[in-house]
């Protein structure tokens, strides 16, 4: 209703109905960032980029830096550059034998760099250094490598999954689509009332991050119904 009243505002405002329209957008892009979270932030990226670059740099005056190198692989990972994370991290696995943050974005790599065995391995690794490693999203990780060959596999990485009380409601909003996929929809529907459930009991600095995801859930379900 609020964006019926606000056009015309801005068509007197403005004078041009295009312009009017790009500034209702840009209102309703920054509303949504800042109080639901639903659409992409553009700004993430660029300072990923701002990141990155920092990072190369610091790297270049000590390349044996090895916190650098591990911070500037995750952020490679986030941008989907699997293959240079991928030599950035096993440049130091002689010094992070014992992380398990480690072997799971190493297997991360290997998943999306041609070598699933390999990945699957370093995340089970992982997994049996420290089954919380990231809340438990790498068994939904390796519950989408098989959803598709192997749908008990899948499962029984889901099943396990569920045994971490795990606070993130983007985590059992992908449990809920991975359900959704085998075509398991009352599993599903369950998945996604869990992330509404999750989201309702965070604190109110956890609940700005998780709202998009917990909103997304509450969609889909209500979709399937």
Not at 56 to 62: D, I, T, V
Not at 63 to 77: C, E, F, S, Y
Not at 100 to 119: F, I, K, R
Not at 187 to 198: D, L, M
């Amino acid at each position: 209703m609020g964006k019926f009243i606000l056009f015309p505002l801005l068509m007197w405002i403005f004078g041009y109905p295009f312009i009017a329209i790009i500034v209702l957008l840009i209102i309703v892009y920054f509303i949504d960032r800042r109080f639901i979270g639903l659409s992409p932030s553009f700004v993430k990226p660029l300072r990923r980029r701002s990141q990155i670059a920092k990072l190369r740099q610091q790297l270049l005056l000590n390349p044996n830096d090895v916190t650098a190198k591990q911070d500037i692989a995750r952020l490679l990972l986030e941008k989907k550059s699997y293959a240079e994370a991928r030599k950035r991290l096993e440049s130091i696995g002689d010094k992070l034998a014992h992380s398990a943050e480690y072997w799971n974005d190493l297997g991360v790599a290997y998943l999306h760099t041609g070598s699933e065995t390999e990945g699957e391995a370093y995340i089970l690794k992982a997994l049996e250094l420290n089954p919380r490693v990231k809340y438990g999203e790498p068994y939904l990780r390796l519950a989408a490598v098989h959803f598709k060959t192997s749908p008990d596999k899948a499962i029984a990485y889901l099943e396990q999954f569920r045994t971490i009380q795990s606070s993130s409601c983007e985590a059992y909003y992908r449990l809920g689509n991975l359900y959704a996929q085998l075509g398991n929809l009352s599993e599903a529907n369950r998945a996604y009332a869990e992330s509404w459930q999750v989201y309702q009991t965070l604190p109110k600095y956890k609940k700005r991050q998780e709202r998009g995801w917990a909103l997304r859930s509450r969609l889909k379900k209500r979709n399937q119904v």
